[in-house]
Every structure is written in structure tokens, then in C-alpha cells.
């Protein structure tokens, strides 16, 4: 049992007009459960690590009807290739080199790749992501210029524990990144930040996708 369909009614219900992405994080948890959700309506799944996703999902096209998965964790350059041989998105993408081993290993395999600029919106020293506005700017532009990628967002993790002021002031700098980003480049249209504990704070900032792991699937061992 999953609380998948719980979980979109409360976002439907949260979203109000707004039309918000749920990506359903089933890492750490096996492919029946991924398919309980899918049952009840899920379409989009999240996983962290290349080799897990690889062992759980079918490849690309032999996939049930619809079905979709995003890496969302870290991605190291000698991965790339098997990133992108078995996801639909890269979500995780932190430096330029990495946008660079994607663009190439994308026009090796002859294939293009969506991705999103993930953005240190905390500052915390053990998260990912570009950690300066300036930094993760030149990258949107780096990126933009390659032939085989294509731009859709930002995607940023809140801060650790619940301190919703802290979490505020990250979706805050973080959106408005990403307003004056999607300025200027029409590729634009994703925002993803909100996670179990705090979708509900980064739908006030405007997210277009949040990405929810134990409030469907339960707790990870
Ligand atoms: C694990 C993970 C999530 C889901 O976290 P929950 O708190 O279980 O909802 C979302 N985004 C990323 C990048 C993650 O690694």
C-alpha cells in the first residue's frame, strides 16, 4: 500500500489553478511498490542512485504506459552514460563539466537529455548544487548552448530540519533565480523544489514540481 493517491489529492487541493508536477521519490523502495503507485495513478519516479535505478526500472521503452523516472542524486561524471541511457531527466546536474560529459556522451548515443540546474539554496556545506546565483547563471548559459540538452529548470533540496524560516528564505532566493532566469530563456518551466516535509511552504514560492518520497512510500531503511 502507498498513500500515493492521498498525497495527490492533498497536493490538487494545495495547488489550487496551479498545475504541479508530483514526482513520486521511490528510492530505497522495490519496484512493487513503484507499481502500487503506478496503479493508483503515479507516473513520475525519483531515484537517487544511477545503479538502483538501472536494477529497479525496465530500460526506456519497456517501461508500463507513461512512465517516467528522474534522477534526482548526485551524478558522477563516469556515470553519465548510464544515466542517460535509463533516465528521462537529469534533475541533480552541479557543475559545468558534468554538463559538458552529458552533452557528449547525449551526441555519442545519439539522444538528447532534459535536465535542471540544481541550486544550493541553503548554503549547507553537504549539499549539492551550484551554491552561488552567479555560478549556477553561467551554467544555464553553458548549458543553453548545447545541442543535445535542454534547460527545463532549477531544482533545489531545503534545508535540513524545519526551520521554516530557513526553508522560506531558500525557496525565496531560489525562485527568484529562477524568474530571472526563465527571462531569458523560454526552456524555462520548471521549478522543483518541496520534498515530504515541505512541499506546502514551496508551493507558496510558486514550485512547479514537487518531489515526495516518505509521505508516499513510508520511511527508507
Ligand atoms: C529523497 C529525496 C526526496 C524525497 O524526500 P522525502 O523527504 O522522502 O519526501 C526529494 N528530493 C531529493 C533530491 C531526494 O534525494
Redesign the pocket.
Known sequence: MTEYKKVFQELKEASGDRNVTL?A?S?FHPYEMVMEAYADGARIF?E?RVQEMREKFPPKGERPEGMKVYL??QLQRNKVKKAIEWADRI??VDSIPLIDKIEKECEALGTDMEILL?FNSSGEEQKSGFSSPEELIEAASYASGCSHITVKGI?T?GPLGFDDEKNRRAFKRTKDLYDELKAVYPSFTVL?MG???D?RTALEYESDEV???????GE?V
Not at 518531489?211 to 512510500?217: L, S
Open positions: 514526482v521519490v528510492k525519483g537517487n534526482i542524486g534533475e541533480s540544481e531544482m533540496i522543483s520534498m515530504s516535509g512541499w518531489r515526495i518520497g516518505t509521505a508516499i512510500f527508507r
